[in-house]
């Protein structure tokens, strides 16, 4: 799991969470730079109501395949210009961030268009709309800059490239250089910036009011459409149907759009708003940020609708793998994918996630009946309405879906966060859970990062299974937080230059379990590494409880064969090395090594992956069967042993068999039963379990006869009992060899007989693998005797 582009190494942060990898049933993602490589493109663009730029994006591509694998069309519907197919960057002019193509606004030609004004504001404001830092190059002139975010950085390239190129920052002040219109010439002009609105989760919106060189001030803003279109005046609306169907579109097209508005303020009402701002600004109460954003509101309203912009952020991909086929994977497993992110709703639908075929919930606020009651401002009928409409939608598509359980129809649910904030009402949010958990996909658009956080609780308390979230920004530390695997990536994002991206990128990573590089290798994450941890440690639980119940009970049988009298069974030194020599090491092993089908396969099958969602290698059945399996080989170690050699002669003198040499014999099986047990259960063998398992048993061995040499005082009973007493005895040597045979027997016979008739799906791949190997085999001996017979 290195990523070779970014130098990445995957990176475990806790070692506690291995075995849950194993077992996850849902995947909280965020999508831009989680499912995306975040590396924004501005691509196309609505100024006026007329659309510019016309390549094809990635999704628009496997749309066209999807609905019925037709040639792409040659011609752009919103521009009815000849359509560009992948990238419209010409390969010598390669620069990042633009990736737009349109001779009606380029090289200057935006002066002859109609609405030429509307157009100089628009890439105006995105000059100018931002916190980007102009660096210039003292060798080569060339200007670079440092965004806040890869979209604000793709807004000030295109400008650049449009003819409105940010050439220096101040504190106070912000410099273009720009085309004038009337003379044709580059002319310099500087903004004084009288504030700056940050852009916040809450607010999606981010606001610059400046003052021009005319004197003018303005108050220049890009968000969501659904801030701008909200904040709209009756005069600010001419460009509003046009632009909401180019938006739609691009949309649709798998593009993170956003609305470019403006307003003319006057002197005093300027005045006036910053005297009301600069107090909330001075306050230190904790409520400080809500009070400067009430204070916002009232200056960002009846804007005049611009444009909007389209920036693609394609799916991340690798020559072996992408983004769709690791997800295919995952579902394959039966993983649920939820993802929860900031984008608009066809955005989110359209960018590849939700498989052909499926039928979709959407769940929205946006009917004209909502929409009336806001514009009335009447905040408690809204509530009242939006709740009650949420609670009609859910109770409706969960009949949708309970309709169909028979047929092999597969819903998935979209919903926005306007509805997820009333979806998560205590009144709502058992059934909004109920139908979420029906539906085979959710997407949770324009979702923040409390209804992230939330969301993931919400599973993850109500569930029984394992969740697990991936993010990549500050935005989702508090949903990685809250699910029981968090996983960052640290990958294209924190690469980039800016410190607020950066850290916002190492919070990610920080605040997660494990650290990746790509999405794509969550993939080998879970299906290979989670499981082999899952089963493996499931396997060391089980066979730890075993291997003490085997040894423990032999102690309780003989203490009830000897009446309770308080005859130790063993020496004080064999049970105190039991679990720190003689056994301990071979389990290590198991918990390391062991491998029932090898990581090819794993990702090949990945259906093998159910085994952990259901938990059925650590579940009660399984426990109690390896309970008793240990309490089955303490009654046969114990009443064979002790029937096979007690009253009968074992010495050469004809002395019976005593306490200490049923003792060490006792211990022998014991020994020899454990490991071989362990040696039966592990799938995959190497030197090094080899190693340990019979080495442990040597051990034992190299133990008594050194133990035995000692002082009697020091030996007590195992003085000299293995050199002068059992190891020239063959009765030792049968009874142990018997005893073992016949402890190993149930469950050798267990196994046979489950891999027979009742196989798991790694019993059935690993039947199937010796078939094939056999098959193999038997070809190429029938090649070989035709070579030998010609």
Not at 179 to 186: A, F, Q, R, S, V
Not at 222 to 230: P, Q, V, Y
Not at 246 to 268: C, D, K, P, S
Not at 758 to 780: C, N, W, Y
Request: charged fraction near 25%; glycine fraction near 6%; hydrophobic fraction near 40%.
């Amino acid at each position: 799991m290195y990523d070779g582009e970014t130098k990445r190494p995957a990176q475990a942060r806790t070692s506690n969470l291995n075995e849950e990898l194993g077992q996850v049933g849902y995947i909280m993602s965020d999508k831009t730079g989680t499912l995306t490589c975040n590396l924004m493109e501005f691509v196309k663009c609505s100024i006026a109501g007329v659309a510019y730029g016309h390549g094809m994006t990635e999704v628009e591509r496997a749309l066209t395949r999807i609905k019925g694998d037709g040639p792409l069309e040659a011609v752009d519907t919103l521009s009815n210009l000849p359509r560009y197919h992948g990238d419209t960057r010409s390969s010598g002019n390669s620069i990042k961030g633009f990736n737009f193509r349109d001779e009606r606004i380029m090289n200057g030609q935006w002066v002859n268009k109609p609405h030429s004004n509307v157009i100089q504001l628009f890439f105006q404001t995105l000059a100018v709309c931002n916190t980007a830092v102009p660096e210039r190059n003292k060798q080569t002139g060339e200007i670079t800059y440092e965004a806040e975010s890869p979209d604000e950085l793709a807004f000030v390239i295109s400008a650049r490239e449009i003819g409105f190129e940010l050439f220096e920052r101040t504190q106070s002040s912000v410099s273009l250089h720009e085309l004038d219109p009337e003379t044709g010439k580059k002319v310099t002009r500087v903004y004084q910036i009288l504030e700056i609105l940050e852009f916040s989760s809450h607010r999606k919106m981010m606001s610059v009011i400046v003052r021009t060189m005319e004197n003018q001030i303005l108050l220049l803003c890009k968000g969501a459409d659904s801030e701008i279109l909200e904040r709209l005046s009756d005069e600010g609306r001419l460009f509003e149907a046009k632009t909401k169907e180019h938006v739609r579109t691009y949309a649709e097209a798998g593009l993170r759009v956003m609305l470019i508005a403006y307003r003319e303020l006057g002197e005093g009402e300027y005045i006036e708003w910053n005297a009301e701002f600069s107090n909330a600004k001075a306050t230190e109460t904790a409520d400080r940020i809500e009070m400067m954003d009430e204070v916002a509101d009232k200056i960002e309203k009846d804007l005049i609708l611009l444009g909007a912009t389209a920036i693609e952020d394609k799916l991340q991909k690798r020559k072996k793998k992408k983004v769709p086929e690791c997800i295919d994977k995952l579902a394959q497993a039966t993983i649920k994918i939820w993802v929860l992110t900031g984008d608009k709703m066809e955005t989110a639908v359209n960018i590849g996630l939700l498989r052909r075929g499926m039928r979709l919930i959407t769940i929205t606020l946006d009917f004209p009946e909502i929409k009336a009651l806001e514009r009335q401002g009447d905040k408690e009928a809204i509530f009242k309405a939006s709740l009650e409409s949420v609670k009609e939608q859910l109770i409706y598509g969960k009949k949708q879906v309970d309709s169909v359980k028979e047929c092999p129809i597969e819903y998935g649910l979209v919903i926005d966060g306007k509805s997820l904030a009333f979806a998560l009402d205590k009144e709502l949010e058992k059934k909004f859970l109920e139908l979420a958990l029906a539906c085979a996909s959710v997407l949770c658009c324009r979702s923040t990062p409390k209804q992230k956080a939330l969301v993931t609780r919400l599973v993850k308390t109500d569930c029984s299974k394992t969740t697990l979230a991936i993010g990549d920004g500050g935005n989702d530390v508090s949903m990685l937080q809250e699910a029981d695997i968090g996983v960052g990536i640290n990958g294209v994002e924190g690469m980039q230059k800016s410190d607020h991206v950066e850290k916002g990128n190492e919070r990610a990573v920080m605040s997660s379990d494990f650290a990746i590089a790509q999405f794509r290798f969550l993939e080998r994450l879970l299906l290979v590494h989670g499981r082999w941890c899952y089963r493996r440690i499931a396997m060391m639980v089980c066979y730890f409880f075993y291997k003490n119940i085997a040894f423990g009970f032999t102690l309780f049988w003989f203490e009830a064969y000897a009446s309770f009298s308080g005859q130790p069974a063993y020496n004080d030194w064999y049970m105190s090395f039991y679990n720190v020599f003689f056994t301990s090491l071979p389990v290590i092993a198991l918990g390391v090594f062991d491998q029932d089908v090898s990581a090819r396969l794993c990702l090949k099958y990945p259906l093998l992956y159910r085994e952990g969602i259901k938990n059925i290698l650590f579940s009660w059945p399984c426990i109690l069967l390896w309970i008793c399996n240990g309490v089955l080989s303490s009654i046969i170690i114990f009443f064979f042993t002790v029937n096979s050699m007690i009253n009968q002669a074992f010495r050469r003198d004809g002395q019976v068999v005593d306490y200490e040499i049923l003792g060490v014999t006792m211990y022998t099986c014991v020994v020899w039963a454990v490991n071989c047990q362990i040696a039966l259960s592990i799938n995959y063998f190497t030197w090094i379990q080899h190693f340990l398992i019979w080495g442990s048993i040597a051990f034992w061995y190299i133990f008594l006869v050194i133990y035995g040499f000692l002082s009697p005082r020091v030996s007590t009973t195992a003085y000299m009992v293995f050199v002068e007493a059992c190891a020239s005895s063959i009765l030792y040597w049968l009874v142990t060899l018997l005893v073992v045979i016949s402890t190993l027997l149930p469950y050798f016979s267990f196994r046979a007989f489950q891999s027979r008739f009742l196989p798991m799906a790694h019993d059935k791949l690993q039947v199937q693998r010796s078939e094939d190997s056999e098959a193999e085999m038997d070809h190429a001996k029938e090649n070989l005797r035709q070579i030998n017979v010609s």
